[in-house]
């Protein structure tokens, strides 16, 4: 309790003023005489003013074993956290679900397989998986032959009801962008359908595959047209039951491909699965949304989730995120209207761990750069009771380049404009710390319009300013905080 009470600002903690305004200086440590690493150290003010990144700095970092916070820098200051985020879905999805949790994808007959004739329907039902791909709509596939199935009298029929159906995590995105999928209880190929191109005489072969290693079906659920003009690259509207894409002539070349997202993944998983049960044999109508009890003939089960947590910290996979922050509200609160009510409910339980002032998220990646949270709430999770078991194994090793080379596990965050970098490192005396660095010029950032927000002009070049400063800080950090 003391803890939370502390990194609530309670009295008695210089750095963290119980007023709304944030303290807009680093608090600075006592050195003890002699203590030449200390002194050499360099000041956070003047490792920010040197950054020059304009907007807004803030950080905290604290020990983990009282949690208290030994410096800080606008502290209380909410900024977007982008990808760091991911590290909040990733405790609150562990703490519901378990580090053991499966999801699972069913194939349900709901009447009697008779001389390989199932005299009812066969329902694809998702339970949320984050990695199920078309292998594993195959080995379904497979599983139903081997019990006997050969025609299906019924419908083919999806249910993704045990999730809401998302249409893109981030409205304001371009509409192309494989970062931004949909988002449901079922999810192949993380949502994206390939989109292979070749020139051919004077026009193009097109192709849209729902691609693994083992298989290239093509897909009836999404189809592209070459639009002869130059920009935009690329337009998207939804027709009937169909993604329908449009691409520039000009912008082709000869060859190439990139993954766009699907908007109806539920019909997606439907079309792979029509032609994976055909593949095999099996007679069937093509995939309508639906739902139905019977007898489950077939499943896949994912890893665990602490494997699948460990991949989403390491590749930053949007889908993931949100997927296991949706599994986890739904769990706790019952299934939730929207990804932003999902969101909602993950900044409740940061303030019930933390006593936390204004977590304010708006989706479980951190894509959306409306959610906010101040470095203070982000460090007063990570050194609740019980975080850092479950979560520093998980996140990624890093090295800071020395001398002496600093290690940390740590999550990184990156929008236009934004930065965020959390997590925990040993100091050399052996003391674990725990930290969190934002960054975010939001008025540079708002600016832009949605033809720049793949590659804004300035904004590499700002984002590694944004990560040196990061990682100074950790530097000084472990010289001053032995």
């Known amino acids: 309790m003391k803890r939370r009470l502390f990194l609530a600002g309670a009295a008695g903690v210089a750095a963290l003023p119980a007023c709304a305004n944030a303290p807009q200086t680093s608090a600075r440590p006592v050195l003890k005489p002699g203590d030449a690493m200390s002194r050499g150290a360099a000041a956070a003010d003047g490792i920010i003013a040197r950054a020059g990144l304009g907007g807004r700095v803030g950080f905290a970092v604290a020990d983990v074993e009282t949690g208290q916070i030994l410096e800080a820098h606008n502290p209380l200051l909410p900024l977007p956290p982008a990808s ?64 006997g199935l050969r025609e299906v009298k019924g419908r083919l029929l999806v249910d993704a009801l045990a999730l809401p159906v998302i249409e893109r995590i981030d409205r304001t995105q371009p509409d192309h962008v494989g970062y931004n999928p949909a988002i449901g209880a079922l999810n ?20 849209m595959q729902a691609r693994t290693e083992r298989f290239r079906p093509g897909v009836s659920s999404a189809r592209i047209r070459v639009a002869d ?45 029509h032609t994976m049960l055909r593949s095999n044999g099996i007679t069937v109508t093509p995939a309508r949304p639906g739902t139905g009890r019977g007898t489950t003939i ?27 922050g949706l599994t986890a509200t739904t769990k706790r609160f019952g ?13 409740r339980w940061i303030a ?4 936390a002032r204004r977590p304010d998220f708006d989706d479980h990646s951190g894509l959306n750069g409306s959610t906010r949270i101040s470095a203070a709430d982000m460090v007063g999770l990570l050194t609740t009771p019980g975080a850092m078991p479950r979560l520093r194994p998980l996140l990624r090793d890093m090295t800071l380049e020395g001398p002496p080379a600093q290690v940390i596990q740590a999550k990184t965050g990156t929008l236009n404009f934004v930065s965020g970098l959390a997590g925990y490192f040993d100091a050399p005396s052996g003391r674990t710390l725990a ?46 905080h032995t």
Do not use: C
């Open 84 to 147: 760091v985020a991911k590290a909040v879905t990733a405790l609150y999805a562990l703490e519901t679900l378990g580090a053991g949790f499966r999801f699972v994808t069913r194939l349900v007959a709901t009447g009697p397989i008779v001389n390989g004739r199932l005299d009812g329907d066969l329902v694809l039902v998702g339970g949320g998986d984050p990695a199920l791909d078309t292998d594993g709509l195959h080995d379904l596939a497979g599983q139903a032959k081997a019990a």
């Open 188 to 207: 192949l190929n993380f949502n994206r359908v390939h989109f292979g191109w070749q020139r051919s005489g004077s026009g193009y072969q097109t192709t």
């Open 229 to 273: 003009r130059s920009l935009p690259v690329y337009t998207y509207e939804r027709e009937g039951d169909v993604d329908s894409w449009t691409v520039a002539r000009g912008q082709l070349g000869n060859a190439g491909s990139r993954w766009l997202p699907v908007r109806r993944p539920d019909l997606y998983a439907g079309d792979v699965l």
């Open 298 to 324: 077939a499943t896949s089960q994912s890893a665990p989730l602490d494997r699948i947590v460990a991949s989403m910290l390491r590749y930053s996979t949007n889908l993931v995120a949100e997927v296991i």
């Open 335 to 347: 299934r939730p209207s929207s990804l932003g009510a999902s969101a909602d409910a993950m900044s």
């Open 352 to 355: 019930d761990q933390t006593r």
């Open 435 to 480: 930290f969190a660095t934002f960054t975010a010029d939001t008025e540079r950032r708002n600016a832009l319009g949605v033809a720049e927000r793949e590659r804004p002009r300035g904004g590499r070049a700002w984002a590694q300013r944004s990560r040196s400063l990061q990682f100074d800080l950790i530097e000084r950090w472990s010289m001053v």
